[in-house]
């Protein structure tokens, strides 16, 4: 493993082996927390930062935590960094943690951030796991957000509300009221049509990914060869 | 003999490392929490007295409204088994209106915790919902985010309307409920109609009691 490809890291993490769509890990905040755009950006912008920082943290220590102890080391610092998180969220985004305080405990809940520790960030040097970290974020937080946007436009007919109580007083003009005069769709906003809304984005992505495949299939033999070398 | 000397030693090391990181990540926690302390703690009291000037225009009063508080109990008129807030504005050391924090217990899903304004002469300022688990886009019109609802009841006093009037107007008063939603609105207008029977049972003691400083703010995140 000299050689590490960085765009193979943000193929994997953005798409290929995406934590939300694919792993299926994480699901407690992402489900209740993706009632808006901006709810779901807030939590994916915390949970890209404990996964960053996880991951550089567990591959600068990973020489000298030996095997036994390597779970509870990985928990502690992972409850560590979320701790710190939340109370400086606390401090400076008082109005956004009064809406999303009792769901950054929960990151540490998040098994994908485990996940990447134990599988990638403890076995590789700092660069490709700040990488890794950085691109399982981003893949997660895309999906908070795509989830977040749709329940808010079916279940409340607007997009970006309270934009303002994440990005300052400037985002105030951002809400978009996409269905004027709408009287707001229940399920959407529930928890069901949080599974539902996932199930079809899994779903969208699967048909994505097979019409890729056919198409691969269908070319010349010389060009899937040549794919598949550098896939 | 030997392989157990290995083995103890293996252990010792290992628990020691362990010992080492959790004193590492707790000091960085201790850290981060005697940094942000101050400014955390300040939030909340920012938080808490802007919600409070929503109810009570900062004009009308002179005093510091989260010290000057005292905790009463009445489960019955109040809503909860636990002291429960008043906060007490005053200017120039005259009353002049008490935020009461009842709790509405018979909501649709959980407690509602509100809080209720009422000048010294009984007339209600202002009523906001605190913290609920109303169902959205039904019984969340309570809260003011959702809905101007919650600000019908500025004005009103224990006898305007009468006893009949402080109901929902499904049941025959002069409150609203929202499509679809009863429950909420319900529960809300009997928490406003008790708060303001307690007030008129216990006006004087309401202002006329010292001060206790409220250690935490009692109206945090919930």
């Keep these: 493993m000299a050689q590490h490809d960085y765009s193979e890291i943000t193929r994997q993490g953005l798409w290929k082996n995406n934590p939300a769509l694919v792993q299926i890990l994480g699901l407690c905040p992402l489900l209740a927390v993706t009632s808006t755009v901006v709810n779901g950006l807030a939590l994916g912008l915390a949970t890209l930062l404990t996964l960053i920082l996880s991951n550089v943290t567990v591959s600068l220590i990973r020489h000298y935590v030996s095997p036994e102890i390597r779970i509870p080391v990985f928990v502690l610092v992972i409850a560590s960094i979320v701790t710190v998180i939340e109370l400086a969220m606390h401090a400076y985004f008082h109005e956004l943690y009064l809406i999303l305080g009792i769901f950054i405990p929960l990151i540490v809940t998040n098994c994908s951030i485990i996940a990447r520790a134990e599988a990638y960030a403890s076995k590789n040097p700092v660069g490709p796991a700040f990488v890794d970290g950085l691109m399982m974020g981003i893949g997660f937080a895309a999906v908070l957000i795509v989830l977040g946007g749709m329940r808010e436009v079916l279940g409340q007919g607007t997009l970006f509300a309270n934009a303002h109580l994440l990005l300052g007083e400037m985002a105030r003009g951002f809400e978009v009221i996409v269905i004027e005069d709408y009287r707001g769709f229940l399920l959407a906003i529930l928890p069901p049509g949080a599974f539902i809304g996932l199930g079809l984005l899994i779903a969208l992505k699967n048909v994505i990914d097979s019409r890729q495949e056919k198409r691969l299939q269908t070319a010349p033999a010389v060009s899937t060869e040549a794919t598949a070398g550098t896939a | ?222």
């Design chain 2, 1 to 222: 003999m030997e392989t157990s000397v290995v083995l103890i030693r293996h252990m010792l090391v290992t628990a020691l490392l362990l010992g080492v990181f959790a004193v590492l990540g707790t000091g960085m926690v201790a850290l981060t929490h005697h940094n942000t302390e101050e400014r955390i703690e300040q939030n909340e009291r920012d938080y808490l007295q802007r919600t409070l000037n929503t109810l009570i225009p900062p004009s009308e009063y002179d005093n510091v409204l989260y010290e000057d508080t005292i905790t009463v109990e009445s489960r019955e008129l109040l809503g909860s088994k636990k002291p429960v807030v008043i906060y007490r504005a005053r200017k120039n050391g005259k009353p002049v209106a008490a935020i009461l924090t009842p709790v509405a217990p018979d909501g649709y899903s959980g407690n509602i915790k509100l809080l209720v304004a009422i000048r010294h002469n009984g007339e209600i300022m202002g009523v906001r919902v605190v913290s609920h688990l109303e169902t959205p886009g039904l019984g969340d019109g309570i809260d003011i985010a959702k809905s101007d609802w919650i600000k019908s009841f500025n004005g009103h006093s224990l006898d305007n309307p009468d006893e009949l009037g402080w109901r929902v107007e499904k049941d025959g008063g002069i409150f609203d409920q929202f499509t679809g939603a009863t429950i909420s609105p319900r529960a809300v207008v009997k928490a406003v109609y008790n708060s303001l029977k307690y007030y008129q049972q216990h006006r004087d003691e309401i202002f006329g009691l010292p001060e206790q400083p409220q250690k935490e703010p009692s109206h945090g995140a919930a």
